[in-house]
């Protein structure tokens, strides 16, 4: 599904040379790349604030505890994500909402938000799947109109443009309340092990995130907040420094991927190819199709066979998750998630597939599908 080791072998003396002056000066917590770091990407986001963190879930707690929430509060989210999303809100003692995805786009869209609104509401939680932006123009509109904070879950955004109506751009995780991001190794831009951060323009909540993140302390071994342990090792932030130069590039080259498959799936009647927004470019953190009137599963087994990987992002709804049955819902609540699940497949999307290797995916695709 990656190529992690192709990407890293193209920046070989960089990344080396990065990490060797980490271990030469023994800066290993809080070296003087996590700062560097830091302002990298908030100039390369347009954003105030960025703060580092140890992982993309601890990202999504510590936005969750800066913004004061309390148990019984009900966050709205999607029903069609990955776990940490749904599983920081019911760590904290706060309600998951969730609701239903748009067939065509896997995200959250503002009607299925406003619906739920009650009002115990307090947050949104837009997660921008795949690599592509959820409606951010209307869903801060309806977080105005009923006074709600945002919380933007950007792990598989970074770097993706958001476009308002007007035509000004802004980056994912950037537009909320709070933006939240992973590193993680296979993200579009990922460390060598775990990393995250949040993002914000407000100056008091940045403080706020910033002392959560180190123990709920400003000054030294005073606790005025209970917080949590959450850094970027120096070694990692070394790496992103590195990496980042290279995001631009790396979004580029995951479109150009993603134009081939549409290309070769355009007159594949049991194929449809992910719709491409308006409102967002898709930097493709996923190459996620619709697999219809077609044996899915079968499919994938298939591709295994010819040494292809293919993967199912997501194969059980969160309502459906055994651990979140005290929510109460039933099969059958969230008819599109639901569907969803029986028939998306995800195809090998990385910044170093090159012609030869999407043709050899793609024609032995064909070849299941006419059989
Ligand atoms: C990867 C991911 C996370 C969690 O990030 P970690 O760094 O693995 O903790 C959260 N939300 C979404 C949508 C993700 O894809």
Same mark, same amino acid.
């Given at each position: ?21 980490? #271990? !030469?000066?023994?800066?290993? %917590? ?10 990298? &990407? ?19 707690? %510590? ?48 009607? *299925? ?16 799947? +795949? ?24 792990? $598989?955004?970074?770097?993706? !443009? ?14 909320? !309340? ?10 579009? @831009?990922?460390? +060598? ?5 949040? +993002? ?6 940045? &403080? ?26 120096? %070694?990692?932030?070394?790496?992103? /420094?590195?990496?980042?130069? /290279? ?11 993603? !134009? ?5 799936? $355009? ?12 409102? *967002?470019?898709?930097?493709?953190? $996923?190459?996620?199709?619709? #697999? ?6 079968? &499919?994938?087994?298939?591709?295994? *066979? ?32 639901? +569907? ?6 995800? @195809?090998?999307?990385?910044?170093? &597939? ?8 793609? *024609? ?8």
């Amino acid at each position: 599904m990656v190529d992690l080791k192709g990407q890293y072998l193209q920046i070989k003396q960089d990344l080396d040379a990065a990490i060797q002056e980490v #271990i !030469d000066n023994s800066e290993f %917590i809080n070296g003087s790349a996590v700062k560097v770091f830091q302002k990298n &990407l908030e100039q390369y986001l347009s954003v105030k604030h960025v703060i580092p963190c140890a992982n993309g879930t601890d990202a999504l707690q %510590i936005a969750m505890m800066a913004l004061g929430l309390k148990p019984g509060d009900e966050i709205i989210t999607t029903n069609f994500t990955f776990i940490a999303t749904v599983e920081v809100i019911a760590m904290l003692g706060l309600k998951p909402v969730l609701a239903d995805v748009d067939e065509n786009t896997f995200l959250l869209s503002p009607e *299925s938000i406003e619906k739920l609104i009650t009002s115990k509401t307090k947050a949104i939680v837009p997660v921008h799947l +795949f690599g592509q932006c959820c409606d951010m123009e209307q869903i801060m509109k309806l977080a105005n109109k009923y006074e709600l904070f945002v919380i933007e879950d950007s792990a $598989q955004a970074m770097g993706a !443009d958001f476009q308002y109506n007007d035509g000004t751009l802004q980056k994912a995780g950037t537009i909320g !309340d709070i933006g939240c991001t992973s590193f993680f190794p296979s993200k579009n @831009l990922g460390c +060598f092990g775990d990393g995250g951060a949040l +993002f914000t323009n407000n100056d008091e909540l940045a &403080l706020m995130i910033r002392s959560i993140a180190n123990h709920g302390m400003k000054v030294r071994y005073y606790h005025d907040h209970i917080g949590i342990n959450s850094r970027l090792d120096t %070694i990692q932030a070394a790496i992103l /420094n590195v990496k980042l130069k /290279n995001l631009e590039h790396y979004n580029t080259a995951r479109q150009k991927a993603a !134009d081939y498959y549409d290309r070769a799936f $355009q007159n594949e009647q049991k194929i449809k190819i992910p719709l491409r927004v308006s409102y *967002s470019n898709h930097i493709f953190h $996923q190459y996620t199709v619709i #697999i219809k009137d077609a044996d899915r599963d079968g &499919l994938k087994n298939f591709l295994q *066979s010819k040494g292809i990987p293919a993967m199912v992002y997501y194969p059980v709804t969160m309502h459906l998750q055994h651990a979140y049955q005290y929510l109460g819902y039933r099969q059958g609540d969230f008819p599109v998630s639901e +569907f969803l699940c029986k028939s998306v497949l995800s @195809l090998p999307m990385h910044t170093e &597939l090159d012609n030869q290797q999407l043709e050899y995916i793609t *024609s032995t695709i064909t070849e299941f599908l006419s059989k």
